[in-house]
């Protein structure tokens, strides 16, 4: 934070000096360390997301072809998201929508608020970065994220990081309750209510606790 202007998010990079090496040279990004994390934690939810999504996508392709129906998904476990999104929703409207229509057309409206957050997760992960440092200043200003094939761009700060990783994780749950409704697929995925999660933060011991009287006390200094 800049001292002059605590709202300021003063431009930073992050190497360990342990893994610095002689002869080597290091590139690096002016991003605030505030945003480190939320990038790292939005590519992680969003593979998360991805492995949950291929687990549903396989229960429908082995329940459509054992009911008979004919379809060509040789490979499909190689296929970009785009592609794979759209073999689901071509089986949800040919074979599943049928016998569980209210289920379907929720997966599918799921399945298509994805596309957004995709997009926004690929121009972080595999984007340009771009930003602002005006003269005399390690202030980081305009910070934003750019396909350089297309030309489209994502402006971000720490608070719309915060939201897409949130964003992702509560896609995954939809996905995850909604699938539930005509079956069952296994794997290491939880959905909690946010309310529970909340209720957990406030009535447990942690040094967070936004109750001063439960918070985890501070270890006592040493005087040795």
């Given at each position: ?188 995925f939880h959905a909690f ?31 040795e």
């Amino acid at each position: 934070m800049s001292e002059d202007n605590p709202k300021q998010i003063r431009a930073s990079f992050d190497f360990d000096r342990r893994f610095m090496r002689k002869g080597k040279h290091s590139v690096f990004l002016w991003l605030p360390k505030e945003y480190h994390a939320s990038i790292g934690l939005i590519v992680a939810y969003w593979g998360n997301f991805e492995a949950f999504f291929d687990l549903c996508l396989n229960a429908l392709i082995e329940g459509e072809t054992g009911s008979g129906f004919v379809r060509d998904t040789t490979g499909w476990r190689r296929l970009p998201y785009k592609k794979r999104r759209r073999l689901l929703k071509d089986i949800c409207a040919e074979w599943l929508s049928p016998m569980y229509p209210q289920a379907t057309e929720r997966i599918v409206r799921i399945v298509d608020q994805s596309a957004s957050l995709h997009a926004k997760r690929n121009l972080l992960a595999h984007g340009r970065y771009t930003y602002t440092i005006p003269a005399y200043s390690s202030v980081a200003t305009n910070c934003r994220a750019i396909n350089p094939d297309t030309g489209a761009e994502m402006p971000f700060d720490e608070l719309s990081l915060k939201k897409l990783y949130h964003d992702i994780s509560h896609l995954t749950a939809d996905l995850f309750l909604a699938f539930k409704e005509i079956g069952e697929v296994s794997g290491p995925f939880h959905a909690f209510p946010d309310t529970e999660i909340l209720r957990i933060y406030r009535e447990t011991n942690h040094p967070w606790n936004p109750n001063p009287s439960k918070r985890t006390p501070l270890p006592e200094a040493s005087h040795e």
